[in-house]
């Protein structure tokens, strides 16, 4: 039996502890917690804690001492609330049985009877050097967490002060005394889950699966593995429990990507949220279970688990929270084994139209009569990850109608479209681009969607099937929307077949939307934005304009969301000219601003002073086509 707890005896500011009155065992305390007994334990919190008894059950199970500033239970009431901690894990029916407020004020009651001192973590500053080294897997599996060093002893707090022997277990384990003290379930798990991250939610999670359906993670498919011992690692229920969490909380975290990569000893996750990445925390432990994390992972994608060699692709289809979701996976082997990267598409949180997307008025105007000319080829520019496609889908939603048809060539279909022929591009058996807009157009289509223009053929055919009366939507990389022509000049397209065919180039970034919760109004300085922005503007609007801070509400980020800044450059006879004569991309975009465009950083400066967004976003967004 442990005998070596000392009695707290240096006191520093870590703690609000208070040295010791001398233990003194309440009257039920029971045989088997001599390692509590043994011990002088420290003091009880000073100020004496409220609590409402109902009169008939005070005299019976509480005697109240005075000298102590709180109240201890008889041996019956402690051996009624050891059951009812065992059995529910908390203290709410004991509460209830002695006509108490709250379990909190239960569990007051209890660890004042052990001589337990009960904590509240806001008074507390954490050490986190005693974390370092302290076995996540006792954390977890015992719902502990070691709060400080208070002089030779190392503070650990429970939520079951009936368990001590975790405690113990947890000084064996450190080599060092430890002394336990007791903390409201709630803030326990807060603290565990914010310094252990993702895998410390196992617990609430799972518990929170059988009691919410909400919250279940369910595989829209069924899942089969081929028996090996890979694939019994992986159904372990840890992995299983662990996999789903990582899913459940890049769903909760509107993340669009997770990505696992796998590094020399260990994994590192990181979740692109709002199109920034972002490292999550996870505990020390997960780096053991990196193959079987893989191979789950591989086998809810009904990918080859023995295959450790190639690049290999597939979906997984799951329901979290009731919300159905689509992952699509990547495994790329890596040279210390095999990273995943996962798209997630969250069906739920589709909509496509151009005035949901936050398309300013303006540009919604223009935009709408582009797309619904008879003819012509129309061009969203932009980088990977600007939303191109998602304002594509916006425009066939907005002009989708029983008297148009609408086929799209992709790669890859990201979603299903409703009522419209979507064609999945095959390389493998020679269905590009270029092949498939042939053959689409003997289905007589009116209106073309292909997914990329990124060679000669392919531009060579969306212009003659436009020239030939279709309307071809379509995506290009390019900077700004002027640039459209110059790349596909290089493509080798003629001049005048682009400027026979193009009828406009919306040219468009995201950016992040401030979190409304903790944005700051500021004054920036003059000499210190960049010199396109709109000061004057800005000082006669007289609204304050916004900086990232960061919040609960946006995970300490500072900005929720996203939203489109714009610029649409629309043909007209002087830019066909221009395109005709082969006229730089700075040519054409001074003779379009001229006639009106506004252009990307005009339209995310709008962002800024109408508090939507920062400066600073603005800049990371566009910095490629400016100055
Ligand atoms: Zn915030």
Same mark, same amino acid.
């Given at each position: 039996?442990?005998?070596?707890?000392?009695?707290?005896?240096?006191?520093?500011? !870590?703690?609000?502890?208070?040295?010791?009155?001398?233990?003194?065992?309440?009257?039920?305390?029971?045989?088997?917690?001599?390692?509590?007994?043994?011990?002088?334990?420290?003091?009880?919190?000073?100020?004496?804690?409220?609590?409402?008894?109902?009169?008939?059950?005070?005299?019976?199970?509480?005697?109240?001492?005075?000298?102590?500033?709180?109240?201890?239970?008889?041996?019956?009431?402690?051996?009624?609330?050891?059951?009812?901690?065992?059995?529910?894990?908390?203290?709410?029916?004991?509460?209830?049985?002695?006509?108490?407020?709250?379990?909190?004020?239960?569990?007051?009651?209890?660890?004042? @009877?052990?001589?337990?001192?009960?904590?509240?973590? @806001?008074?507390?500053?954490?050490?986190?050097?005693?974390?370092?080294?302290?076995?996540?897997?006792?954390?977890?599996?015992?719902?502990?967490?070691?709060?400080?060093?208070?002089?030779?002893?190392?503070?650990?707090?429970?939520?079951?002060?009936? =368990?001590?022997?975790?405690? =113990?277990?947890?000084?064996?384990?450190?080599?060092?005394?430890?002394?336990?003290?007791?903390?409201?379930?709630?803030?326990?798990?807060?603290?565990?889950?914010?310094?252990?991250?993702?895998?410390?939610?196992?617990?609430?999670?799972?518990?929170?699966? !059988?009691?919410? !359906?909400?919250?279940?993670?369910?595989?829209?498919?069924?899942? @089969?593995?081929?028996?090996?011992?890979?694939?019994?690692?992986?159904?372990?229920?840890?992995?299983?429990?662990?996999?789903?969490?990582?899913?459940?909380?890049?769903?909760?975290?509107?993340?669009?990507?997770?990505?696992?990569?796998?590094?020399?000893?260990?994994?590192?996750?990181?979740?692109?949220?709002?199109?920034?990445?972002?490292?999550?925390?996870?505990?020390?432990?997960?780096?053991?279970?990196?193959?079987?994390?893989?191979?789950?992972?591989?086998?809810?994608?009904?990918?080859?688990?023995?295959?450790?060699?190639?690049?290999?692709?597939?979906?997984?289809?799951?329901?979290?929270?009731?919300?159905?979701?689509?992952?699509?996976?990547?495994?790329?082997?890596?040279?210390?084994?095999?990273?995943?990267?996962?798209?997630?598409?969250?069906?739920?949180?589709?909509?496509?139209?151009?005035?949901?997307?936050?398309?300013?008025?303006?540009?919604?105007?223009?935009?709408?009569?582009?797309?619904?000319?008879?003819?012509?080829?129309?061009?969203?520019?932009?980088?990977?990850?600007?939303?191109?496609?998602?304002?594509?889908?916006?425009?066939?939603?907005?002009?989708?109608?029983?008297?148009?048809?609408?086929?799209?060539t992709e790669d890859p279909?990201?979603?299903?479209?409703?009522?419209?022929?979507?064609i999945q591009v095959n390389h493998?058996?020679?269905l590009t681009f270029?092949?498939s807009?042939?053959?689409?157009?003997?289905?007589?289509?009116?209106?073309?969607?292909?997914g990329?223009?990124?060679?000669?053929?392919?531009?060579?055919?969306?212009?003659?099937?436009?020239?030939?009366?279709?309307?071809?939507?379509?995506?290009?990389?390019?900077?700004?929307?002027?640039?459209?022509?110059?790349?596909?000049?290089?493509?080798?397209?003629?001049?005048?077949?682009?400027?026979?065919?193009?009828?406009?180039?919306?040219?468009?970034?995201?950016?992040?939307?401030?979190?409304?919760?903790?944005?700051?109004?500021?004054?920036?300085?003059?000499?210190?934005?960049?010199?396109?922005?709109?000061?004057? !503007?800005?000082?006669?609007?007289?609204?304050?304009?916004?900086?990232?801070?960061?919040?609960?509400?946006?995970?300490?980020?500072?900005?929720?969301?996203?939203?489109?800044?714009?610029?649409?450059?629309?043909?007209?006879?002087?830019?066909?000219?221009?395109?005709?004569?082969?006229? @730089?991309?700075?040519?054409?975009?001074?003779?379009?601003?001229?006639?009106?465009?506004?252009?990307?950083?005009?339209?995310?400066?709008?962002?800024?002073?109408?508090?939507?967004?920062?400066?600073?976003?603005?800049?990371?967004?566009?910095?490629? =086509?400016?100055?």
């Open positions: 039996m442990p005998t070596h707890l000392p009695q707290p005896t240096t006191h520093t500011n !870590q703690t609000h502890w208070t040295p010791g009155i001398p233990f003194k065992a309440g009257p039920g305390l029971p045989a088997g917690h001599g390692a509590t007994a043994a011990v002088p334990a420290p003091a009880l919190a000073p100020s004496p804690p409220e609590v409402i008894f109902k009169p008939n059950l005070l005299s019976k199970l509480i005697n109240m001492e005075p000298t102590a500033g709180t109240f201890t239970l008889d041996a019956a009431a402690l051996q009624q609330a050891r059951a009812i901690q065992n059995r529910d894990g908390r203290l709410d029916r004991f509460a209830i049985e002695l006509g108490l407020n709250s379990a909190e004020e239960a569990l007051r009651a209890v660890s004042a @009877t052990l001589g337990l001192q009960v904590v509240d973590p @806001t008074s507390i500053t954490l050490d986190l050097n005693c974390l370092e080294g302290f076995p996540a897997k006792i954390i977890h599996r015992h719902t502990i967490f070691p709060l400080c060093v208070e002089g030779e002893s190392v503070l650990v707090a429970t939520a079951n002060p009936f =368990d001590l022997q975790a405690i =113990d277990a947890a000084g064996s384990a450190l080599g060092k005394p430890v002394t336990p003290v007791v903390m409201f379930p709630d803030e326990l798990a807060k603290l565990i889950k914010t310094h252990l991250g993702l895998g410390a939610e196992t617990v609430e999670g799972l518990i929170a699966l !059988q009691t919410d !359906q909400n919250g279940e993670v369910e595989m829209l498919e069924e899942v @089969t593995d081929d028996g090996s011992e890979a694939a019994e690692a992986a159904k372990q229920a840890s992995v299983v429990r662990l996999v789903n969490e990582i899913l459940t909380e890049a769903v909760d975290a509107r993340a669009s990507d997770v990505h696992i990569e796998t590094h020399e000893g260990g994994i590192k996750l990181r979740y692109r949220i709002d199109g920034v990445l972002q490292k999550q925390p996870t505990p020390p432990e997960i780096d053991r279970f990196r193959n079987a994390i893989v191979s789950r992972l591989k086998i809810l994608a009904k990918l080859n688990i023995a295959e450790k060699r190639v690049p290999q692709d597939g979906r997984i289809k799951l329901r979290v929270s009731g919300r159905e979701v689509d992952v699509r996976v990547s495994v790329i082997p890596m040279l210390f084994g095999e990273s995943i990267v996962m798209r997630i598409l969250d069906k739920n949180k589709l909509e496509f139209s151009l005035r949901g997307i936050g398309m300013p008025e303006d540009i919604y105007r223009e935009f709408r009569q582009l797309i619904s000319l008879p003819h012509g080829i129309v061009l969203v520019t932009g980088p990977t990850g600007s939303g191109k496609t998602t304002t594509l889908y916006s425009a066939l939603a907005e002009i989708k109608s029983e008297d148009t048809k609408i086929i799209t279909i990201e979603y299903h479209l409703d009522g419209i022929n979507q493998k058996v020679g270029a092949a807009l042939r053959s689409i157009l003997r289905h007589d289509p009116d209106v073309i969607l292909v990329e223009i990124r060679d000669l053929e392919t531009a060579e055919n969306a212009t003659q099937a436009s020239l030939t009366g279709h309307m071809v939507f379509s995506t290009l990389h390019t900077n700004d929307a002027a640039g459209a022509f110059m790349r596909l000049g290089d493509m080798g397209v003629e001049p005048f077949l682009v400027s026979s065919t193009l009828e406009g180039v919306l040219a468009q970034r995201l950016v992040r939307v401030l979190c409304k919760e903790c944005r700051e109004p500021y004054v920036p300085v003059h000499d210190e934005i960049p010199e396109d922005f709109p000061w004057e !503007q800005y000082q006669a609007g007289g609204q304050p304009i916004y900086r990232a801070a960061g919040c609960r509400a946006c995970r300490n980020v500072g900005y929720r969301g996203r939203v489109g800044i714009y610029e649409l450059l629309r043909v007209n006879d002087e830019i066909r000219r221009l395109a005709n004569e082969r006229a @730089t991309t700075l040519e054409i975009q001074k003779a379009a601003t001229r006639l009106g465009m506004k252009t990307l950083r005009q339209s995310g400066w709008e962002r800024v002073l109408g508090g939507s967004t920062t400066i600073e976003e603005v800049i990371r967004v566009t910095k490629t =086509d400016h100055g």
